[in-house]
């Protein structure tokens, strides 16, 4: 057996292992070190992986790029994880089925990124949308809670239905479920049946309910909204990551790129998703539906890389093979640029949206615009990093997201997709508004009250908030330095992804 399946033997472990000791006596403090225990011990095993030869069985793929995005979900895990206990702490729910659940979900991503076969794909996806049920739903005492387990177990539901019809129709046309056997085209030049057409449309429309993207969008911001921080945290990182990189791969495998049909309908959806995301989160005075509907946004932007797929090199067009941040480095494959452009996008983005939920799940009790208000003046350096948050969404230079963001645009220009770019300076454009605006309301000054309860009311916030204890400063100057860090610094994450592509 490959050592790749390493990871996810040590979670399976350690998930049952916590399963045994909850039956035996409860333990939050047990619990949560059970649970990051295994996940540091995977991504260690993970990261031990990074150097391994690619290996391929019946059900499972492992190469060097899903090595790296397995390693980026576990270390993102970890992070969340770290944020958890505290959080948890104040919860009059038991605690250690949510740390059981947070483990299952976890497992069920990591297995999507190497799923090479339709059965291991709809398990590991089964496997992650029941768990985040659990976590959505886990407040049973809120009516919110449960309205947003509720609305995402029907959808969910549906989208998986969806999935299975088009599985179904391409095991009609090919008699397997394996990716290499259902996506082998019968002569050199790729032939998309009228089975497999529909096949696409089916699965891509499901995938699309995961990734939110318009018109499959209406769902995120009430989910985000009801459910528990940590499980929107989950819900928002590894039901994303894994899905669009399942996505990104069978637009490769399946030849969906060479259908003008699907590319029209990819190209409309990532345009509607750009500019009504933003919109949408223009609008709002809550965090987590800003979050939500700015998601939505973002995944349009990587929608590009999709239309970016088996373009062929015209005369006079710049070749997609040429990098950036590598000038005249070239990269053997065509696709060489789309895929760093891919990569560097998702990690910024992803690191970004993770560093913001564990700044949120320190403050505690935050869930409005105006509950930030005055930020700045009582907790300077977490202000300082929620603010250098936001201008990385925004894509504003010597940040992570700005990097991502030129990765983007440089592969569209090579790629000429004009009017897609047009869309997509339109709504940063519209994006810096909103961004802005969390940032302002952290700079609102509301005087000085001598006494500290009625400062704290002034500011709508509990007393203990307003002390900034050291896991709050070391998260928040760990925040800053990386996303400044590598905004300011991209070369070295830029030539390792290079590295990575054939």
């Known amino acids: 057996m490959t050592p790749h399946y390493l990871p996810g033997i040590i979670i399976t472990a350690a998930s049952l292992l916590l399963l045994l000791t909850i039956s035996v006596k409860r333990s939050h403090a047990l619990a949560a070190a059970i649970t990051g225990a295994g996940l540091v011990l995977a991504a260690l095993a993970q990261l031990a992986l990074l150097q391994a030869p690619a290996a391929s069985g019946s059900l499972f793929h492992f190469d060097a790029i899903n090595t790296l995005l397995s390693l980026l979900l576990l270390l993102l895990l970890i992070f969340l994880w770290a944020q958890m206990p ?4 104040g919860q009059e729910e ?3 089925e949510y740390y059981l659940l947070f483990q299952l979900a976890g497992l069920g991503g990591w297995a999507m990124l190497a799923s090479n076969h339709f059965a291991s794909f709809f398990l590991a996806l089964e496997l992650m949308s029941l768990s985040l049920v659990g976590l959505i739903s886990y407040r049973a005492s809120l009516s919110d809670s449960l309205e947003a387990g509720i609305k995402y177990l029907v959808l969910s539901s549906l989208a998986s239905a969806l999935i299975l019809m088009g599985m179904a129709l391409l095991y009609l046309q090919s008699g397997s479920l394996a990716f290499d056997a259902v996506f082998t085209p019968v002569s050199q030049e790729p032939q998309v049946s009228a089975y497999g057409i529909t096949a696409a449309v089916f699965i891509i429309t499901g995938l699309m309910f995961k990734l939110s993207l318009v018109p499959c969008h209406l769902w995120a ?7 528990p921080l940590p499980s929107t945290a989950l819900l928002a990182v590894l039901s994303k990551l894994a899905s669009f990189i399942l996505l990104w791969r069978l637009f490769g495998m399946a030849f969906w790129y060479d259908n003008p049909l699907l590319m029209q309908l990819i190209a409309l959806v990532a345009a509607a998703s750009m500019l009504l995301g933003n919109i949408l989160a223009l609008q709002q005075r809550q965090l987590l539906r800003l979050l939500a509907f700015s998601s939505i946004a973002h995944f349009g932007y990587l929608l590009l890389t999709l239309l970016l797929l ?3 090199e015209s005369a006079g067009q710049a070749p997609i093979a040429t990098s950036p941040l590598h000038a005249g ?4 494959a065509g696709m060489g640029l789309v895929t760093e452009a ?12 993770t560093a913001t939920f564990s700044l949120l799940l320190r403050l505690r009790h935050i869930s409005r615009l105006e509950q930030l208000s005055g930020l700045f003046w009582y907790k300077p350096l977490t202000a300082a990093a929620l603010a250098i948050l936001m201008l990385s969404f925004a894509g504003v230079p010597l940040t992570l997201g700005f990097v991502g963001k030129f990765y983007l645009l440089s592969a569209a220009v090579a ?8 869309v997509l300076v339109i709504a940063s454009v519209i994006s810096l508004f909103y961004y802005l605006r969390v940032i302002m309301v952290m700079l609102e000054r509301r005087g000085e009250p001598r006494d500290l309860g009625k400062a704290a009311a002034a500011y709508g916030v509990s007393l203990p908030m307003r002390q900034t204890g050291l896991a709050e400063t070391l998260l928040s100057s760990l925040v800053i330095l990386l996303i400044v860090g590598l905004g300011t610094f991209p070369g070295q994450l830029a030539t390792y992804l290079n590295s990575l592509i054939p």
């Open 86 to 89: 505290g959080w948890l702490a």
């Open 94 to 96: 038991p605690k250690e």
């Open 221 to 227: 911001a009430d989910i985000f909204e009801g459910a």
């Open 310 to 312: 088996g373009r062929p």
């Open 329 to 332: 480095s070239g990269i053997n």
């Open 342 to 353: 891919l990569l560097f996008y998702l990690i910024a983005y992803l690191l970004t949206l």
């Open 415 to 422: 790629g000429q997709l004009w009017w897609l770019l047009y």
